[in-house]
């Protein structure tokens, strides 16, 4: 099945600033929506304007001709958001972290459990240990698990190869382009090159130019 973000007309502001304005892309199936932008242009606002978490002053966020909002669980089961910061329970362990986000969102549990999620991130052996007693680089990972949790159409990711190694960054680009092969799609914001992706698959916004 095709699906498809339309953003039509967006505006954000931060305090009285407008950061942008009538903004209008899609994100389909099979793509990446590479944002880029300089530093207070509103790139993260914009993803978390469409993640749901930040209400625009003016546009339209529709997921497959229905509005994109946190209260339309038609656009939450098929979403999933990490931000620039994990959103993370410290005191949970990574396995509990995935549990709490599952039942969060009611997601539906699939054949992968949580321990075969994390081994996808090469992680499995931290599965156990609270969250607080692992490296920034592993507790960015336990983040990004959460991708691979239930059957996801669009990801949205800001800064997702923070505080990660070439070697994780690696793994991460792997799940993102077995997502576009599923013909998911991916709004992406980040300072660090796509090494694997076709530029044939991503499509650029950028902000603060006509």
């Known amino acids: 099945m095709s699906n498809q973000l339309s953003i039509q007309g967006l505006q954000c502001e931060r305090g009285e600033h407008i950061l942008f304005s009538d903004l209008s892309f899609t994100v389909k199936s099979g793509k990446v929506c590479f944002v880029k932008g300089s530093n207070g242009s509103g790139k993260t606002t914009l993803l978390r304007t469409i993640a749901g978490y930040t209400q625009p002053y003016a546009g339209k966020i529709n997921w497959n001709d229905q509005a994109a909002t946190l209260a339309n669980p038609s656009y939450t089961q098929s979403c999933r958001y990490v931000g620039h910061q994990n959103g993370l329970k410290q005191g949970l362990s990574a396995r509990e972290n995935l549990e709490f986000f599952q039942q969060l969102y009611a997601l539906e549990k699939t ?45 949205i990711l800001d800064e997702p190869f923070t505080s990660l190694d070439q070697t994780s ?17 991916i709004l992406l914001v980040t300072h660090e090159p796509l090494m694997k992706i076709s530029s044939e698959q991503i499509n650029v916004i950028e902000l603060g130019h006509e």
């Not at 793994?171 to 599923?182: A, G, T």
């Open 169 to 185: 960054r690696a793994i991460i680009e792997d799940l993102m382009q077995q997502h576009l092969d599923q013909q998911g799609a």
């Open 111 to 155: 054949t992968d459990n949580f321990t075969s999620v994390l081994k996808k991130l090469d992680i499995e052996n931290k599965s156990q240990l609270p969250v607080r007693n692992l490296s920034q680089g592993q507790q960015r990972k336990v983040a990004l698990a959460r991708l691979l949790l239930g059957s996801s159409d669009l990801w």
